[in-house]
Structure formats: structure tokens, C-alpha cells
């Protein structure tokens, strides 16, 4: 008769005597919730937030300015532009 994995796994670590595990009751997320945890580990935070820039550029600038430009990047603290008409 074969054990399940799992079962067999707790069997062997309980007759060892190792502390148990606890695994997270539910283990499942949305990507809502990962992704930015996850970019912020690997260190891409900053672009997270050039990544909100660039959705929300239209509702702030407007329509007339959001027609005419359009952000390129986020860098430092730092919003780039780019315009049809620079003057």
C-alpha cells in the first residue's frame, strides 16, 4: 500500500520528531495583491509607479494636454514628457 506524499512526509517528521509545519491555510492570491510585493523584492517599485503614471496620465492632465503628450518615463522622482510642441 502506498502513502500519499504528503501524508507520508507528516508520518516520517512526526516518528522523527520534527516540529510541524504549518502551511498557509489558503495559498492562492490574486495578481492584484502579488504583483506589487513582487516587483518591490525584485526591485522594480519605481516602475510600478511609472506604470500608474502612464494610466492615469489622461485624467491628469485632461483631455486637450493628454492628446498632445504623453509621459515616457519615471526616473528618480523625475516625470518625462514627451510634447508635440515644446514652447
Same mark, same amino acid.
Given at each position: 500500500?502506498?502513502?500519499?506524499?504528503?501524508?507520508?512526509?507528516?508520518?516520517?517528521? &512526526?516518528?522523527?520528531?520534527?516540529?510541524? @509545519?504549518?502551511?498557509?491555510?489558503?495559498?492562492? +492570491?490574486?495578481? #492584484?495583491? %502579488?504583483?506589487?510585493?513582487?516587483?518591490?523584492?525584485?526591485?522594480?517599485?519605481?516602475?510600478?509607479?511609472?506604470? &500608474?503614471?502612464?494610466?492615469?496620465?489622461? @485624467?491628469?492632465?485632461?483631455?486637450?494636454?493628454? +492628446?498632445?503628450? #504623453?509621459? %515616457?518615463?519615471?526616473?528618480?522622482?523625475?516625470?518625462?514628457?514627451?510634447?508635440?510642441?515644446?514652447?
Amino acid at each position: 500500500m502506498a502513502l500519499n506524499p504528503s501524508l507520508r512526509a507528516h508520518v516520517i517528521a &512526526e516518528w522523527r520528531g520534527l516540529p510541524e @509545519k504549518s502551511l498557509a491555510r489558503d495559498r492562492w +492570491a490574486a495578481p #492584484a495583491d %502579488v504583483l506589487p510585493k513582487l516587483m518591490q523584492r525584485l526591485g522594480l517599485k519605481e516602475r510600478l509607479h511609472e506604470t &500608474e503614471v502612464l494610466e492615469a496620465w489622461g @485624467k491628469i492632465v485632461g483631455e486637450f494636454i493628454s +492628446a498632445h503628450s #504623453a509621459p %515616457v518615463a519615471l526616473r528618480e522622482g523625475i516625470l518625462y514628457v514627451r510634447v508635440l510642441q515644446p514652447a
